[in-house]
């Protein structure tokens, strides 16, 4: 009886250490999973900033025309209801990227982020003005409507506008990379990340895209605006995933329709909707 209640002793001992070290294991396992899941968020994402360039034997063929025209600015076509800029980044001869795709269009030409800014802002202004908003546009061709210094002088002679968003397209080198982000400028309007997160949260609302979140961009002088401010990046041309819903339009509706929205709630913030 003794031996047997001995192996039965040494049984259990064993069963024991057996259960201890799986939920050691198990414990380390998980620790690991969990530094590696926090590594993984404190990694920073990749600064990707519009960064493919195009190459420089491509030259964009202009649709309109290639000279400033800050004089011959769109014209505001409603009478009442707050006051928002949308500037469709780039223009004229300033394409700003096209992704470095391989992809041409009907024409044999690249894709630009100018003309698809331009397709998404012209959609936002419409959504925008549906819902009762006066807006003005920095541009409604493809022509360069000026400097970032020059757009911003142009925004804030708009005395009346309760804010400006400039609508621009990402890249980087990486065709994987994609993400939504929107930047601003901490050292000018207050109201400004008010205004980002706004919009980041309704353009994510609709597009689904991967949250790169907001982004503090003191240096850009499109964004020193002294009204609320704030420049999106929609999605990543660059982005073998995101080219061919950029270039079509019931994606850019959507786009449009999450930024509108993002403005919307911001107007509703300050209390200036009907
Ligand atoms: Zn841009």
């Not at 990749?46 to 063929?61: H, L």
């Not at 003005?136 to 210094?149: A, H």
């Amino acid at each position: 009886m003794k031996s047997s209640r001995n192996v039965v002793f040494v049984i259990g001992i064993g069963c024991s250490l057996v259960a201890i070290i799986a939920v050691i294991l198990l414990g380390v396992t998980v620790i690991k999973k969990a530094k590696q899941n926090n590594a993984d968020a404190l990694t920073p994402t990749p600064v990707a900033v519009e960064k493919a360039t195009p190459s420089p034997e491509i030259t964009r063929e202009i649709v309109g025309p290639s000279e400033t025209n800050i004089d011959n600015r769109p014209t505001i076509e409603m009478t009442s209801g707050p006051i928002v800029i949308i500037d469709p980044g780039h223009g004229g001869n300033d394409g700003g990227t096209n992704g470095n795709r391989e992809e041409r269009t009907d024409e044999g030409k690249h894709y630009w982020e100018c003309n698809i800014a331009l397709d998404i802002s012209l959609l936002v202004k419409e959504k925008l003005q549906n819902a009762g908003v006066r807006v003005v546009m920095t541009r409604e061709e493809d022509y360069f409507c000026g400097t970032v210094v020059e757009r911003k002088e142009f925004a804030d002679s708009i005395e009346d506008a309760v804010c400006y968003v400039s609508i621009h397209l990402n890249a980087a080198d990486d065709k994987s990379i994609t993400g939504t982000e929107v930047l601003y400028n901490d050292n000018a309007n207050s109201d400004s990340p008010v205004l980002a997160k706004y919009v980041l949260n309704g353009l994510l609302d609709k597009n689904g895209s991967r949250d790169r979140g907001l982004k503090v961009r003191d240096d850009l002088g499109v964004l020193k605006t002294q009204h609320p401010s704030c420049l999106v990046e929609c999605e990543f041309l660059s982005a073998d995933a995101k080219f061919p819903l950029l270039i079509d339009h019931d994606y850019q509706d959507l786009t449009a329709e999450g930024i509108t929205n993002g403005i919307i709630k911001y107007l509703d913030y300050v209390g200036v909707m009907e």
